[in-house]
C-alpha cells in the first residue's frame, strides 16, 4: 500500500487561512507577445510581487505563526541563500518573535542587508565547503532556537503550495503547471495542489543546467547529491533534493526540465522589456525554459510560476545587458 503524502491539499488550504490578509494575493498576468512566442496561452503567477519579494514569505509566515509564542520569544533560526532569510525574518518580527539566520558568505549584498534590515541576525558561512544543515542545526541547537529550514518542513511546503492555488482559482484549469525547482518545496506544493484539484494538470520542474539534482534524482529513483553548482539562479543551487520534498516529487511532477544561464537572461530581459517586471534569475527560470523549448510538449494553457524579483540594479544591468532578446 502506498504511504499517505506528507502534505495535502487540506494542509494548502489552512496554509491559505492562515495567510489571507497577511501574504499579498499577487498578480496574474499574460502578453500577447509572450504566447506567441511560447506557442500557448501563458499566465504568470507573479511571486516578485510578494512580501520580501518572494513566494518564501508564505512558507515562512505558516511555520512561524505555528509555534507558540514562548518559542518565537526564544528565537527561530533559518538557513537560506536569501528569500527564505528575508522570509523569516519578516515572518518573525511580524509575530513577536526573533531570528538569527545562516546565509552564504557569497549572497547577493542586496537579499543580507535586506534580511538585516527586518531585524535578523546574519551569520555566514562558506557554500562550497561548509554544511549549512548540519551548521544551522549546531546553531539552533547551542541558542536554543527552533529551526525552520527553508524547504525540507511540512508547514513551509503547504504555505509554499498557496500561490499555485491562487493561480488555479483565479484563471481555472491548466494543461501544465511550470516551476523552479531549488530544493523542491516550491514544486512540492504546487503538484500537491494541482494533482489534488479536479483536472489533468502536468507539473513540469525547472533546474538550472548546471544544478539538475531533482532530475538526476527522479530517474534514479532516490535522492542523488552533486557538487554545489555554480549558476546565476543562486536561490535554485542546491546540491540534493530534500527528503521530504523529493518523497512529495516523486510521486507528483511528471517532468524536469533544465535551462541555461542564457535563457534565464533572456527571459528576465524580456519580461523587463515587454512585461516591465523584474525577475530575479531564479524568479525567470521557469520562464526561460518554456522559451527556450525546454518544456516537452507545451499545451494550450499553461501556469508559470515566477518566483521573486529580488536583485539589486546593478547585478539586474550586468544580467540582461548582453542577454539576445528571446
Do not use: W
Not at 526573533?98 to 547577493?108: F, G, K, N, S, Y
Amino acid at each position: 500500500m502506498t504511504s499517505p503524502l506528507p502534505v495535502t491539499l487540506d494542509d494548502v488550504h489552512d496554509a491559505a487561512a492562515r495567510l489571507k490578509g497577511v501574504a499579498h494575493r499577487t498578480p496574474v498576468l499574460r502578453s500577447r507577445t509572450l504566447d506567441a512566442l511560447a506557442g500557448a496561452e501563458v499566465f504568470l503567477k507573479c511571486e516578485n510581487f510578494q512580501r520580501v519579494g518572494a513566494f518564501k514569505f508564505r512558507g515562512a509566515y505558516n511555520a512561524v505563526s505555528r509555534l507558540s509564542p514562548e518559542q518565537r520569544a526564544r528565537g527561530i533560526a533559518a538557513y537560506s541563500s536569501g528569500n527564505h532569510a528575508q522570509a523569516i525574518a519578516l515572518a518573525a518580527r511580524e509575530l513577536g518573535g526573533t531570528a538569527v539566520i545562516l546565509m552564504p558568505e557569497d549572497t547577493p549584498r542586496s537579499k543580507m542587508d535586506a534580511a538585516a534590515g527586518y531585524g535578523a541576525e546574519i551569520v555566514t558561512y562558506d557554500r562550497y565547503t561548509g554544511d549549512r544543515v548540519a551548521i544551522g542545526e549546531a546553531l539552533a541547537a547551542d541558542r536554543g532556537l527552533a529551526l525552520i529550514p527553508p524547504y525540507e518542513h511540512p508547514h513551509v511546503i503547504a504555505g509554499q503550495g498557496t500561490a499555485a492555488l491562487e493561480l488555479l482559482e483565479e484563471v481555472g484549469e491548466l494543461d501544465a503547471l511550470v516551476v523552479p525547482v531549488g530544493g523542491g518545496g516550491l514544486i512540492a506544493g504546487s503538484a500537491t495542489v494541482a494533482k489534488g484539484l479536479p483536472g489533468r494538470v502536468r507539473v513540469v520542474g525547472v533546474e538550472p543546467e548546471a544544478g539538475d539534482d531533482t532530475r538526476r534524482s527522479l530517474g534514479a529513483g532516490e535522492r542523488v547529491s552533486i557538487p554545489v553548482p555554480r549558476t546565476i539562479a543562486d536561490g535554485l543551487a542546491a546540491d540534493v533534493p530534500g527528503e521530504l520534498t523529493f518523497s512529495i516529487n516523486r510521486r507528483l511532477v511528471d517532468e524536469i526540465a533544465v535551462v541555461a544561464d542564457d535563457e534565464i537572461r533572456a527571459a528576465m530581459r524580456l519580461a523587463f522589456e515587454r512585461m516591465k517586471i523584474v525577475m530575479e534569475p531564479s524568479g525567470a527560470a521557469a520562464l526561460g525554459a518554456l522559451l527556450a523549448g525546454r518544456v516537452d510538449r507545451v499545451p494550450g494553457r499553461v501556469g508559470v510560476i515566477v518566483s521573486g524579483g529580488n536583485i539589486d540594479a546593478v547585478r539586474f544591468a550586468e544580467l540582461v545587458a548582453g542577454a539576445v532578446p528571446a
